[in-house]
């Protein structure tokens, strides 16, 4: 199916809240090449704000310090979240949260109407509970204009600095340069993930903020990519054997249904696979 025409943004106006994130800065970047106006709040930027807002993308979080940073993940995940929503004239808010809310269904598909199991004595979950918080904040406050749109694993090219698949990337190019005929890798051949990639992210956000009915959108590629497909596919190419460094076979991964994205707005993302084929046979260093 090809893909429907970039929706016209001139003169539309968001307000961009973490727009210094990984998926923030990518949308105020998009945003401001088709034409819109942007307004990036900086992170102690005293509410109220200037209005109007226009469309709001929730882009404020924390991922992998979460634990480490308790109060700063309840503040920038509900909080905050709390405040922007008591601001005067804004047209929609997206709010950005996660399919690891899915991770403990223990079912074979994931959908939008899934009741989410959480465990407060799980410390795992008060990642979990502060994003299940922003979500309901969005469904009492939002008074019909706030969406959640949960992203699955959002990568980009074999050029950023964080991420599992760029890293991977580069560690087999760089194998590869030296004539190793052999990478270790830290991980298992048994984790499997959705990746879903950031400008297929960027255009379901903007999507969602300017079309989008229902109150939750998954934004993933809804499929599940394991490592062990990963590291053949990346033997195949670059002719280096990746070794495996741990073997631990975790509970599968629920597929993540994208029906309702793909119905209602038209939305296709690209395939890890296909999006990988065209990185640089020579990766950055």
């Known amino acids: 199916m090809p893909a429907p025409a970039a929706i016209d943004l001139q003169g539309q106006r968001f307000t961009v809240v973490g727009g210094d994130g990984f998926v923030g800065r990518a949308l105020v970047q998009a945003l401001r090449a088709r034409g819109a106006q942007v307004w990036q709040p900086g992170r102690h930027q005293a509410l109220p704000w200037p209005t109007p807002l226009g469309h709001v993308l929730y882009c404020a979080g924390l991922t992998a310090d979460y634990l480490v940073r308790p109060l700063d993940t309840v503040q920038a995940h509900a909080c905050l979240l709390a405040q922007v929503l008591q601001q005067p004239q804004w047209e929609s808010l ?31 979950h008060l990642y979990d509970l502060s994003k299940g918080l922003g979500e309901s904040l969005c469904h009492v406050m ?44 830290a991980s298992s051949p048994h984790f499997e993930r959705d ?90 260093c």
């Open 195 to 284: 990746y879903v990639h950031l400008p297929d992210v960027v255009e379901a956000l903007i999507r969602i903020a300017l079309q989008g009915r229902q109150p939750v959108y998954n934004v993933a590629s809804g499929g599940n990519v394991s490592n062990a497909a990963l590291f053949a596919w990346l033997e195949q190419r670059w002719g280096c054997r990746i070794a495996a460094q741990q073997t631990s076979t975790p509970s599968p991964a629920p597929r993540i249904s994208i029906v309702r994205l793909h119905d209602e707005l038209q939305w296709q993302p690209q395939g890890v696979l296909d999006v990988m084929g065209r990185w640089p046979q020579e990766a950055p």
């Open 94 to 124: 997206v709010y950005l949260s996660s399919t690891r809310l899915y991770d403990a269904l223990g079912v074979a598909v994931a959908q939008e109407d899934a009741v989410l199991p959480m465990n407060p004595a799980n410390p795992r």
């Open 142 to 185: 939002g008074q019909g204009r706030a969406r959640v749109a949960r992203l699955a694993c959002v990568y980009d090219g074999p050029g950023d600095a964080d991420g599992f698949l760029p890293q991977l990337w580069r560690q087999v190019a760089a194998a590869h340069r030296q004539g190793c005929p052999e990478v270790a890798v």
